[in-house]
């Protein structure tokens, strides 16, 4: 426990599970009142449920679809009213195959949920993050960096991304709202055990650190994007991935 975000708001898009619930725990532990957001509005109600059984009171459940405009922008209003000053992009789905077998809507399902949900993440969060400026932080992949075979929606998405935070940054750099991302390596949440487990293994060979990062690991870089340990800075893009394709 700490107080790195204390008496500050922050949403997480896709905080049901996985990266987004840590990452909503760990502002949490820092002090924050987090929105956890997501489609899944039972799962994050759920997920507000399990934090507070752990004395993590500061988290209200919010359903919202970060690819319809207007959830988005109802999600930010809301936040507004609390003193929104973090915004974590971080909801996502993986339609992964073979471009020759991908249907079009395997690749465009990629860009609704990653590039223009972060897209309207960026947006309604620099219109209602406040006068004191605050952070919003994107969640690309090394794949977005690397490139993947089999995930050429993925990968085009979480590439998209990195554009997007460099051009967000500059945007509202002169409201003091800093905008970075996270690059994520391969994490142990259920999507990644959607991967076959000798494709897990064969990708954790090209890992340095030899081993596949736990949730917390991206929580406590974006505890560190959230909060004043970062004060300078704004459009990075930063590996947490163990070494992988760096
Ligand atoms: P996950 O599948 O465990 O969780 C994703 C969450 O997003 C779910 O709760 C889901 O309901 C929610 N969601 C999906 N579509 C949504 C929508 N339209 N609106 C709101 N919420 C929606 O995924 P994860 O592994 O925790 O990944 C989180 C983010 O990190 C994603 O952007 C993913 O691409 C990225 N990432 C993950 C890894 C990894 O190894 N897990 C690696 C690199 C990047």
Known sequence: MGELLSGRTAVVTGAARGLGYAMARGFLQQGAHVLVADVDKDAAAAAAEQLAAEGLTEATAVACDVTDELSVAELAERAARHGLTIWVNNAGILRNGDMAGMP????????????QGSWLGCKYAGMHIGEGGGSIINISSIGGKAGLAGQTNYSTAKAAILGLTKAAAKELAPRNIRVNTILPGIMRTAMAEQLAPEDLAA????????????????????????????????????????????
Request: aromatic share 8%.
């Open 104 to 115: 079009l809507s395997g690749f465009r399902a990629l860009i609704d949920v990653h590039v």
């Open 203 to 246: 990708r954790l060979t090209d890992v340095p650190l030899g081993r596949i990062g736990e949730p917390h690991e991206i929580a406590d870089a974006a505890v560190f994007l959230a909060s004043d340990m970062s004060t300078f800075v704004t459009g990075a893009a930063l590996e947490v991935s163990g070494g992988r394709f760096m």
